[in-house]
């Protein structure tokens, strides 16, 4: 029979490093475009789970020697290759039992809102009155607090007792009624957010906004965590730096990272953007703010349970000085569209 400790036991031993259950009743109130049941009308379970990030990935980004192994093995590689297997071959499990099972072990491009929550002009429409818009996006990090995974720090990303914020997340929606976990603020662990802004302090770009606040419900909760600031944090990710001025949807993706409305950061040695890895593993800032701070403050207060025999900060953090290279190179376009865009040498007229 298939129950809550079977799936739990099953997906540690397909990869998963941390597993919590939630009954779909939770998502009661949520947004028509963010609901599983849009997806899945009879579903009874959500599953989340917790791939984490090796600590050992960041090491070379904190060093300033080595970033290429965070974007491929600590995010690309574990969102598009290592977590798809195992959620799928869980939900395989799931389905030998009699119950649909939906992996969703990767990001949605393919969805309607974006990140911050507005729809995606001309991109899709409900195939009828009163459904969503293809493609429904399941905020992930909302999923693991509704199963019980951790909680939502200031800076939006999810806190496990596990590991802090360093780990991603797949999910399974599936038609199994199964034991649910209780929420992690219903449990006797530890606080894991307490408000330190370290993540507001590091991040290079300032994405993270210190006083304006989002607040939600869920699931009966008060969730509060700071205003994050996509466009901004879309630029730093790959190594430049956001201006005052604004940028376009289009622009966000399309702009090489230095030139127009793009600033040279002092968190980043290079040149031009760095090929894509895995996808989306582009990740140059190294998530200096709201995961190495972020897991710095909580190792320090004892509240993440993979521990180590030394501290992750050992040496002061490095910036670059670039105010003796000149501007930025107009040589360079970008090749291929959205997030996956890469600059190029100019074509000779
Ligand atoms: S750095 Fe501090 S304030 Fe920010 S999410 Fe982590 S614990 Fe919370
Ligand atoms: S990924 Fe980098 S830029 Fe974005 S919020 Fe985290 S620290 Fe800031």
């Given at each position: 029979?298939l129950t809550a400790?079977t799936?739990?036991k099953?997906?540690?031993?397909m990869?998963?490093?941390?597993v919590?259950?939630?009954n779909?009743e939770r998502w009661?109130?949520?947004?028509?475009?963010?609901?599983?049941?849009?997806?899945m009308?009879?579903?009874r379970s959500?599953?989340?789970?917790?791939?984490?990030v090796?600590?050992?990935?960041?090491?070379g980004i904190?060093?300033g020697t080595?970033?290429?192994n965070y974007?491929a093995m600590?995010?690309?590689?574990?969102?598009?290759l290592?977590m798809?297997?195992t959620?799928?071959?869980?939900?395989k499990?799931?389905?030998?039992?009699?119950?649909?099972?939906?992996?969703m072990?990767?990001?949605?491009?393919?969805?309607?809102?974006?990140?911050?929550g507005?729809?995606r002009?001309?991109?899709?429409?409900p195939v009828?009155a009163?459904?969503?818009?293809?493609d429904v996006?399941?905020?992930l990090?909302i999923a693991?607090?509704?199963?019980?995974l951790?909680?939502?720090g200031?800076?939006k990303?999810l806190l496990?007792?596990?590991?802090?914020?360093?780990?991603?997340v797949?999910?399974?929606?599936t038609?199994?009624?199964?034991?649910?976990?209780p929420l992690y603020?219903?449990?006797?662990?530890?606080?894991?957010?307490?408000?330190?802004?370290?993540?507001?302090?590091?991040?290079?770009?300032?994405?993270?906004n210190g006083?304006k606040?989002?607040k939600v419900n869920l699931?009966?909760h008060?969730?509060?965590?700071?205003e994050i600031?996509?466009?901004?944090?879309d630029?730093a990710?790959?190594?430049?730096?956001?201006t005052d001025e604004e940028l376009?949807?289009e622009?966000?993706y399309?702009?090489?990272?230095f030139?127009k409305n793009?600033g040279r950061?002092?968190h980043t040695?290079?040149?031009?953007?760095?090929?894509n890895?895995?996808n989306?593993?582009?990740?140059v800032?190294?998530?200096?703010?709201?995961?190495?701070?972020c897991?710095?403050?909580?190792?320090?207060?004892?509240?993440?349970e993979?521990?180590?025999?030394?501290?992750?900060?050992r040496?002061?953090?490095?910036t670059?000085?670039?105010?003796?290279e000149?501007e930025y190179?107009?040589?360079l376009?970008m090749?291929g569209?959205?997030p996956?865009?890469t600059?190029?040498?100019?074509?000779?007229?």
């Amino acid at each position: 029979m298939l129950t809550a400790e079977t799936v739990k036991k099953m997906a540690k031993s397909m990869g998963a490093d941390a597993v919590a259950i939630g009954n779909i009743e939770r998502w009661e109130g949520a947004p028509t475009q963010m609901d599983p049941r849009q997806i899945m009308p009879e579903a009874r379970s959500v599953i989340a789970m917790g791939f984490r990030v090796m600590r050992g990935s960041l090491r070379g980004i904190e060093e300033g020697t080595f970033f290429s192994n965070y974007s491929a093995m600590g995010y690309g590689g574990i969102t598009y290759l290592y977590m798809p297997m195992t959620v799928i071959n869980l939900c395989k499990e799931i389905e030998d039992s009699g119950y649909e099972a939906l992996p969703m072990g990767h990001q949605s491009d393919w969805r309607m809102i974006d990140a911050d929550g507005f729809g995606r002009k001309n991109y899709s429409r409900p195939v009828e009155a009163g459904r969503a818009s293809p493609d429904v996006m399941i905020q992930l990090r909302i999923a693991s607090f509704l199963c019980g995974l951790g909680e939502i720090g200031y800076s939006k990303m999810l806190l496990t007792p596990q590991f802090g914020p360093r780990q991603r997340v797949g999910i399974i929606i599936t038609e199994a009624e199964l034991e649910p976990d209780p929420l992690y603020p219903d449990t006797d662990g530890p606080e894991l957010c307490n408000r330190c802004m370290a993540c507001v302090k590091e991040c290079p770009t300032g994405a993270i906004n210190g006083t304006k606040t989002i607040k939600v419900n869920l699931a009966g909760h008060d969730v509060e965590w700071g205003e994050i600031d996509c466009a901004a944090c879309d630029i730093a990710f790959r190594g430049g730096l956001a201006t005052d001025e604004e940028l376009s949807e289009e622009e966000r993706y399309t702009t090489p990272m230095f030139g127009k409305n793009v600033g040279r950061s002092p968190h980043t040695p290079f040149y031009k953007k760095p090929r894509n890895l895995y996808n989306t593993g582009q990740a140059v800032c190294g998530a200096r703010g709201c995961t190495r701070a972020c897991m710095i403050s909580m190792e320090s207060r004892g509240v993440v349970e993979n521990t180590f025999k030394d501290k992750f900060r050992r040496r002061k953090p490095w910036t670059v000085d670039w105010s003796t290279e000149p501007e930025y190179p107009s040589d360079l376009v970008m090749k291929g569209d959205g997030p996956s865009a890469t600059p190029e040498a100019k074509p000779a007229d």
